[in-house]
Each structure stands twice: as C-alpha cells, then as structure tokens.
C-alpha cells in the first residue's frame, strides 16, 4: 500500500509525524485531498479540520486555525499556527479536546460562517470518536 509522510508543526513542535495513506486539508481556496505521488504544490490553509487517514484505516482529526502546506510526491509538511487534536479516550478527554477546538476556533475573527462550518464538522469528528 502507498503512503506519504505526514508531517504537522506548530510553534511549540512536531504534533503528528508518520506515514498516512491520505490526508484531507482546509485549503485556501477549499478543502481538498493529498494522497501518495500528489504534484507539488503549496498553498495556505483556512480554520479548519485536518483529516488524516493511518496505515490501519482510522482516522484522526485536527482542528487548525491557519497555516501553509508544503506538497510534493512524497512528504507532505503542514505549518500551522495553532492545533487541537481530536483524540479518542474517556468522554471527559473527548469533551476537553472538543472545548479546546471550540476556543482555538472562536479566536479567529475572520468570518461567522468559517466559524460555523468548523464547528459542525468539530462536533462530527467527535462523533466518529464516541
């Protein structure tokens, strides 16, 4: 099975780092997918939820607020500003992570409707963990 490496960096460090099949970015211009042997490219990316499919088929989300990536047919490298994981666990640690996206997003005072639409798919994410 082909993968590319994923990496995503904040200004307080590496967040995630390995090998996914396919990544899903809140691209600029709207949402769109990576896989293996993608064209090189790079672009800014929005407040958002980045979805990221492992080698074992699930799929982990982050919750960005903006950065860039950095594409090319093997490594994909996000720089963002600020993250929050979207992680598994006891449903405090599910609700902790939702507030804390909740609060990274509600930061951004770029638009209600960007706002809305990340919340929505936050509470989905969410949903997939429970």
């Known amino acids: 099975m082909d993968t590319l490496n994923l990496e995503i960096i904040t200004p307080n460090g590496l967040i995630f780092d390995g090998q996914v099949i396919s990544v899903t970015l809140p691209g600029e211009e709207g949402e769109f997918g990576v896989l293996p042997r993608h064209a090189t490219l790079a672009t800014l990316l929005t407040a958002g939820v980045i979805d990221i499919e492992k080698e074992d088929k699930s799929i ?48 951004i005072s770029d638009s209600n409707v960007a706002i809305a639409a990340v919340s929505a798919r936050i509470e989905s994410a969410a949903q997939r963990l429970l």
Do not use: F, M, P, R
């Open 60 to 107: 982990e989300s982050i919750v960005v607020n903006w950065g860039l990536v950095q594409v090319d047919e093997t490594k994909t490298v996000v720089l963002v500003d600020g993250a929050v994981a979207i992680h598994g666990g006891t449903e405090n640690e599910i609700a902790q992570s939702l507030e804390e996206a909740k609060t990274l997003i509600n930061g």
